[in-house]
């Protein structure tokens, strides 16, 4: 499949190497300020995460990028047009939540949105036809969706937005209700899109699959950038932590900036500390096996992209419920 | 343009494939067939055998009484049999109006309930009654014709028992006219056969009936000057005509009553005060009285086709107000419906609002024209087949009032400018609900509007081109309606393009802020938008 970006910079309003781009977006609801100065950009072919707690404005970016809400203030860009709208037909959007016409057959319902996206009545049917195949649902292709679980018209519901194969997959909370094996399905086709060029941008409050499938993230708290970059710059933000296990006392450890017992069982405790930039793993071992510790365990933890959004956005999300 | 074509095609296609569609679609139909047909096929069919016997105490009443309903219920036979002869007659019988042809046809047959006198009864029964009649109708029908059918007595005259009649005498009788119209004493055998022989009034057989009536004529019974006691109701009865029934009686049986004594009486005390022959005279004479319409060319006298002419756009304008009302409805609801479902929100990443709205309206106009036009039509159908039956001469000038007047354009063109109208105000209430109880609620003085729009239009259309009836045309949301009801009534054409001008630029500002509502409402979830947030919407706040 020919990748299009190229040809879509070129000809857009506003030459760029970004597909995507927001800039000092804000977003007002009389009193409440839902969104506060967020920018971002996203390049052709990766996938972008849009990370935040329930409530932090993550929707309403999304449906102002789309042309669906009007920013306050602020510019947007998408695939070279100020108005996703006018290049909606190189879009695919999903909703947070999901809505088809319960009495239509899954071919039907994505015939007509592949349709409202400018696909010809017989490709569309035939690109319906051919994506329920692959998905596993061409049994159930001419049953209407009321008689669907919530999964499978999930499932159907991703397929038409992606039906007209968009250079675009917006994604809002995408794994949301469903269960882990469709879950795997969703983030395989999500790489599949990925793999054929197309860009994806993706809501999501769950951390283990931006980790998995992101190449760059904006973590958003109240409205607010809290960070953008890369999953890896992300981590890179906390510290590695070092977890020690021993019979020993504390006060036979080394000297390690913020030791703390983090569980103990069986005549066994656990040790947490952070480790500096520099300071060597190994040379904190070879201090405890100096010192007699009599170590049962010594592992190095990586920081994790939830460690990370805890850290940024945990406290929002707290004030968001109590607020709530 | 393509995709609100798209969003229109969708929701006339998804609509018509529901069974609830179709099913609404024949309801209607059906319900009018049932109304109109299932309650004289019932009459027919299960005739009620309501035996009322005659207790004369003042000696000189009961024959005549009996004489005269007996004409009273051939002369509801006659006129069946008239209206059947001018619904089935020959073709080359009749006029150029479809009307029978006076020169061809005899004049008997051109009769209609009220033009026939109590000695037009009495000859008819000297003839030989209805079989008699038919023969002579006959060369004039139609080889196809079907026998004509005969709405049943509502009741039967019958001897009052022994015992009865000899405890009212004796002025003890209540307690027994109350076990007799009980049925906890059935009529014995000897109780039947009143009147003559053979004669339709008269029932041949009593045993084991419950009497429906007991009809109790006392002696001092006459006619007395309005505003007596005994003339309003007061007084001990000794001059009242009684009708006792178990429970309240049919007021076909009491009126028949009623009527047919006031008939003897007058004719009695005629025949005392002046003459019998003078009675009998008068009981033979109508008053000729025309109503003319200066509209009309040749001067020709007001027919029950002018008639319908003037009332039929005022039905109609009801019948409009009904359409729209039921319509809108499936549309508020279904854009509800979609609105909880968070289709819109898919559909809006790919067209505007406006785009949205545009597509369902023109969509769900289509469907519901293809409803009005598919309920006129059969209810034309229902006329078309009735016209060549029971009701024959009115179905027959019904079609011809809506085949021969601009009524059903009007009804087209008013429908869908007033669909237009209100379309915006429901969807808008539509896109701003999640629950059917924030749609009942938000949509109900809408609802109440339309519901009594109709009254306002009914009585105001008493004048069409009244001042009341001009103002009403000129307001866009009460003009299609008032328009309709004015239709035939030659409003003249500078109301007719200076409404349509004002419908179509209320149509016009309507969509438009009920589109900004529309948008504002459509991505909002919980509680329906307050006051102070639709105005915002309004001013294009959202």
């Given amino acids: 499949m020919p990748i299009k970006n190229q040809a879509i910079i070129t000809r857009g309003a506003c030459v760029t190497d970004h597909l995507v781009e927001l800039e000092g977006i804000e977003k007002r609801y009389g009193r409440f300020k839902a969104v506060n100065g967020v920018s971002m950009a996203v390049k052709p072919g990766e996938i972008f995460g849009f990370l935040g707690p329930n409530g932090a404005g993550k929707t309403t970016v999304i449906r102002i990028l789309l042309d669906i809400l009007q920013p306050d203030r602020g510019r947007r860009q998408v695939l070279g047009a100020e108005s996703a709208l006018s290049v909606g037909d190189r879009i695919g959007y999903l909703p947070e939540e999901r809505g088809l016409y319960k009495a239509m057959t899954p071919v039907n319902a994505i015939t007509y949105f592949a349709r409202l996206k400018g696909m010809k009545a017989a490709h569309a049917k035939e690109r319906a036809r051919e994506l329920l195949e692959r998905y596993g649902l061409s049994a159930v292709a001419d049953k209407p969706i009321k008689t669907f679980s919530k999964g499978m018209a999930q499932k159907v519901q991703v397929l038409s937005c992606v039906a007209h194969d968009p250079e675009v997959v917006i994604l809002d909370e995408p794994f949301s209700g469903l269960d882990p094996v469709n879950q795997q399905v969703l983030e395989e086709l999500i790489c599949a899109l990925r793999d054929a060029g197309r860009t994806v941008i993706f809501s999501t409050h769950v951390m283990q699959h931006a980790e998995r499938l992101c190449d760059r993230v904006i973590m958003i708290g109240r409205g607010e950038t809290r960070f953008l970059g890369t999953v890896d710059e992300a981590r890179a933000r906390l510290p590695r932590r070092l977890r020690l296990t021993t019979d020993s006392t504390a006060s036979a450890l080394p000297a390690l900036p913020g030791l703390e017992k983090v569980a103990e069982a069986d005549g066994h405790a656990t040790y947490e500390t952070r480790l500096a930039a520099q300071q060597s793993v190994q040379q904190i071992l070879k201090q405890c096996l100096d010192s007699g510790v009599d170590l049962s365990g010594f592992t190095v933890i990586e920081p994790t992209l939830h460690d990370v959004f805890v850290d940024l956005v945990g406290e929002d999300a707290r004030q968001a419920r109590t607020a709530a | ?542």
């Fill in chain 2, 1 to 542: 343009m393509r995709r609100i074509a798209l969003v229109a095609r969708h929701e006339v296609i998804e609509t018509v494939r529901s069974r609830t569609y179709w099913i609404g679609l024949v309801i209607t139909p059906v319900m009018f067939a049932i109304g109109l047909f299932v309650p004289s096929f019932l009459q027919r069919s299960f005739t009620p055998d309501r035996p009322v016997a005659i207790v004369d105490l003042s000696g000189n009443l009961a024959q005549p009484l009996r004489e005269q309903i007996e004409r009273r219920f051939a002369r509801d036979r006659m006129a069946t049999l008239y209206a059947h002869v001018r619904g089935f007659a020959k073709p080359d019988l009749r006029d150029a109006q479809g009307g029978l042809d006076p020169a061809r046809v005899p004049l008997e047959f051109l009769r209609r309930s009220g033009d026939i006198t109590d000695p037009d009864v009495d000859a008819f029964l000297a003839q030989g009654g209805v079989e008699a009649a038919l023969d002579r109708a006959r060369p004039l029908l139609r080889a196809d014709a079907p026998p004509p059918t005969f709405d049943p007595q509502p009741f039967s005259l019958v001897d009052p028992p022994a015992d009865l009649a000899a405890a009212l005498r004796a002025g003890t009788g209540a307690e027994l006219v109350r076990a007799y119209l009980s049925g906890e004493r059935p009529l014995p055998p000897a109780a039947g056969a009143a009147g003559a022989a053979g004669s339709a009034g008269a029932d041949q057989a009593g045993e084991g009936r419950t009497l429906y009536g007991v009809l109790v004529l006392p002696a001092g019974v006459g006619l007395v000057p309005a505003g007596e006691p005994v003339a309003l109701g007061l007084g001990d009865g000794s001059r009242t005509a009684q009708l006792w029934t178990d429970a309240a009686p049919d007021e076909a049986v009491s009126d028949a009553v009623e009527g047919a004594l006031a008939r003897v009486l007058r004719r009695q005390a005629l025949a005392a005060e002046a003459s019998p022959e003078l009675a009998r005279r008068l009981a033979g004479l109508v008053t000729p009285f025309d109503t003319r319409l200066t509209s009309k060319a040749d001067g020709a006298s007001v027919t029950s086709r002018d008639v319908l002419e003037k009332n039929m756009p005022r039905v109609l304008s009801i019948a409009l107000c009904f359409f729209l009302l039921g319509n809108l409805v499936i549309l508020m609801t279904n854009t509800m419906e979609e609105k909880s479902n968070r289709i819109i929100e898919v559909l809006m990443s790919s067209i505007t609002a406006q785009e949205m709205m545009t597509g369902k309206l023109l969509g769900a106009s289509m469907v519901a024209l293809l409803g009005v036009m598919f309920n006129v039509g059969t209810l034309m159908g229902v006329f078309f087949l009735a016209s060549d039956g029971g009701f024959a001469s009115f179905a027959q000038d019904l079609l011809s009032v809506l085949f021969g007047s601009p009524i059903l354009l009007a009804l087209l063109f008013y429908f869908i400018v007033g669909y237009f109208l209100f379309a915006g105000l429901f969807i808008a209430i539509g896109g701003l609900c999640e629950t059917s109880k924030d749609v009942q609620s938000l949509s109900l003085p809408l609802q109440y509007f339309l519901i009594l729009l109709p009254i306002l239009i009914w009585t105001v259309a008493n004048e069409p081109n009244g001042v009341a009836a001009r103002v009403l045309s000129y307001i866009p949301y009460t003009s299609p309606i008032m328009m309709m009801a004015r239709i035939n009534a030659d409003p003249g054409w500078f109301d007719l393009v200076a409404t349509a001008v004002l419908q179509l630029v209320g149509i016009a500002a309507t969509l438009w802020l009920s589109g900004r509502v529309f948008r504002a409402g459509a991505l909002r979830t919980g509680k329906p938008p307050k006051l102070g947030e639709l105005w915002g919407a309004l001013r294009g706040q959202a």
